[in-house]
């Protein structure tokens, strides 16, 4: 097992004899210190920030050891779902470079994704370097302090350190495990230093004066606020209903005349936030509505045209029990079904009202109209045939979800979804 070149036994703020030149700082502080994810899962961290000390394949090569990582839809190609050592050796690693100074708190350890095996770490130990050649490992006190890892292969883990360590880089020492050796890995830091070179030469930056983060329920309905009280004379809350747990969903109005219907004026509605736990769609409509408060502020006069003659409606959160389900738990933590549905578990995005339905039915009964034509296009036969590239979608008779199974396996392999 990897160590300082002179054995280190505690973990106390002197550095050891043989970090002289490249000091280890740990820390000792009176309150914990939550730290978020350092980016293993978001790529973030890219892959050549990534090492292991070996590999079964390519394709279960160091890159593929982050969190939640996926297998590719054939196993044992270069899309696999883990990093896993080329054997069972006690003396495997998998390491990750911050390419900064890191207060580091924790990790979030997980199993192989696969079908096929049940491979995942359930005990290992942690060091830390300033130059990746002399570790300390992390201890007790007393001795290399062992931590436990998982009991299955998908539930991510939490482990907290009890006392962060400063460094630049960390390894996961896997000590037991079940099946063979593979894990998927996300480190909890906080960084200490500057931006890196890296970060430098690659940061993209804004100009605008625009809230670019993720907005809890709290922090959404603020900002809402902030937007009408810039643009008082062209938006307007207002609310559409409550949620399961009572919180009230929120709309914004942009118009000329907020909360006036005018005639002939058209009216457009985005929604956002149907899947409580995706978020894109949430951020984008806060943004907009920032953006045109701000553009029309401005003078833009193609937003100002847009304003005057179309009343806009932004509604950036269906369902946020869901997302607050979601974002407690962490996607560190959670899995992609953690805050999707309502809480009575609908999905939004497929219950949407069938006003048509009747319809038809009284007309096949023939108590209704006389029959019109049918105000669908009926998806062509040759859409559905093996290997097509468009998601068979809204072909009457054939399902109530709308998306086709033919069609999302086209969309797997390259096609285009309609």
């Known amino acids: 097992m990897p160590c300082c070149a002179v054995p280190c036994h505690t973990m106390h703020a002197v ?5 002289h030149a490249m000091p280890l700082r740990l820390t000792h502080p009176e309150v914990q210190v939550e730290c978020p994810p350092i980016g293993l899962e978001s790529h973030r961290i890219e892959d050549e920030q990534l090492l292991a000390s070996s590999m079964l394949r390519h394709g279960l090569g160091a890159q593929r050891g982050r969190l939640n990582m996926q297998a590719g839809a054939n196993e044992d190609d270069f899309f696999d779902g883990a990093w896993c050592a080329e054997d069972d050796g006690r003396t495997h690693w998998l390491e990750v470079d911050t390419r900064r100074t890191t207060k580091f708190t924790g990790v979030v350890t997980q199993g192989r994704d696969s079908q096929l095996h049940e491979d995942f770490v359930t005990r290992f130990y942690v060091g830390f370097s300033n130059d990746s050649q002399t570790w300390v490992m992390y201890t007790n006190g007393y001795e290399e302090m062992m931590f436990y890892g998982n009991v299955d292969k998908d539930t991510p883990v939490l482990t907290e350190f009890p006392e ?32 890196s070179y890296y970060a430098q030469q690659n940061e993209v930056t804004s100009s605008d004066n625009l809230d670019f983060r993720h907005h809890s329920y709290k922090d959404m309905r603020q900002l809402m606020k902030v937007v009408n009280e810039e643009c008082p004379t062209i938006t307007r809350i207002y609310n ?16 000329d005349n907020p909360g006036e219907h005018e005639t002939g004026e058209p009216e457009f509605r985005y929604t956002a936030g149907l899947h409580g736990n995706e978020v894109l769609g949430r951020e984008l409509l806060l943004l907009l509505m920032q953006f045109l408060c701000k553009e029309h502020r401005d003078g833009n006069p193609r937003v100002r045209a847009l304003v005057a003659e179309t009343r806009i409606h932004l509604v950036p959160s269906l369902n946020p029990d869901g997302y607050e389900l979601a974002r407690t738990a962490g996607s560190e933590l959670g899995n992609w079904a953690l805050g999707h549905w309502t809480e009575e578990g609908f999905d939004l995005f497929e219950n949407f009202p069938d006003l048509a339905a009747p319809l038809w039915a009284a007309q096949e009964r023939q108590r209704g109209p006389p029959r019109l034509p049918e105000q669908r296009l009926p998806v062509p036969e040759h859409y559905l045939d093996e290997g097509a590239a468009v998601s068979a979608a809204g072909r009457p008779g054939h399902g109530t979800g709308g998306w086709g199974v033919r069609g999302e396996a086209a969309v797997r392999e390259g096609g285009c979804g309609a």
Not at 15 to 19: D, E, G, Y
Not at 240 to 254: H, P, T, W
Request: charged share 20%; proline share 8%.
């Open 240 to 255: 559409i209903g409550k949620s399961s747990r009572g919180l009230k969903l929120y709309a914004m109005e942009i118009s």
């Open 15 to 19: 550095p050891c004899h043989a970090m």
């Open 164 to 195: 962060p360590v400063v460094a630049r880089y960390i390894r996961v020492f896997p000590r037991s495990w079940n099946g063979s050796l593979c894990m998927r890995l996300e480190v909890l830091g906080c960084p200490l230093s500057g931006d």
